[in-house]
């Protein structure tokens, strides 16, 4: 193997077990976010900022474990979260500037 | 060393050592979030700002006395996120087949099958696409279509962005498993099927941020 090829593929990949608990995480978390809509909860000021913190958690564990960026080289983690904190902070400006959010 | 020059005419690395091609998908994806940002951004401006309905948690009744119920159909979206969700664990697991194409525990078995993962894959993002036309379509029966309110133009311009994605994610993964039909993919092509992968992941997590933001939050 070049040193290329091995900068390119240095990095380790989950394994089928690995990837199984993932799923079943995922889906435990799913099942959890649909549950709460249903419950009376939903009319509790924490609702949203669980319902956001889980999506979150479910977010980071794709991008980490099914699009391996836990293992990958620095510059994809770079290329990667760089646009999606200007994405997130366009998202909080906006919201700010229309008024759906107050300081 | 023949066969090693051979391999690296067709391969374009940069002064990184890393493969442009891996480069340029994850500098797309990092161009696609901001467009999804926009998007979201949007949609989240306009919610609650729709002055006729139907809406998409609350019920109401036209001037005319015609009542519309809230519009968006909870369980029939989270079976549509578990399919998309379960569709990339068969991604991950047609990479894995192709780069242990030939290894131990991969040779004869259902892991090392990749034409098996990336047909599942197709046919769970196919599947998705099947749930959204099936809402759409529903949608229209019911009195909302894009031109009806800020909800329904904001709904649809943002679910249908992602709807387009999720069909060139099936269509590029069809043709992957064509390939893999036609001269069979080796490890040799696993940056090929990678590159995919993350295309098809991304399009997951905007999933779960869509599902979160327009279907649970009120």
Redesign the interface.
Known sequence: M???Q????AHE??T?TQ??W??IV??VI?AF??WI?YTPF?DSPF??PL??I??AV??AI??LF??HLKYD?K??KA??T???I???C??TA??FL?S?LKA | MAT?EHT?EH?H?TA????NR??AI??F???E??L???L??TY??Y?GRSIVGPFPHEAWTSPAGQVFKPILN??VT?VS??VL??S??A???A??AV?NRGKPGYVGTA?GNSKLWLATTAALGATFLGFQAFEFTSFVHEGLTIRTNLFGSSFFTLTGFHGAHVTVGVLWLMTLLFIDFKRGLTPKD??IVDIC??YW??V??VW??I???VY???
């Open positions: 070049t040193d290329h091995h900068a390119d593929h990949h989950p089928w990837y199984k993932v799923a995922l889906t799913t976010e649909v809509y939903k609702f949203v319902l956001l889980l999506s479910k977010f794709v991008v099914y699009m080289h510059l994809f290329l990667f760089g646009p999606l200007i994405a997130m366009t998202i906006l919201l229309f759906k | 090693a690296h391969v690395y990184t050592g890393l493969d891996k480069i994850w500098a994806i990092g161009s979030c901001m999804f940002a926009s979201i951004s989240l401006i919610k909870i369980p989270s996120t578990f969700l379960m990339s664990l991604m991950v697991l990479l894995a780069e892991l696993s940056l992968a993350l992941h991304f997951d997590v779960i941020a599902f979160t933001l649970l939050i009120k």
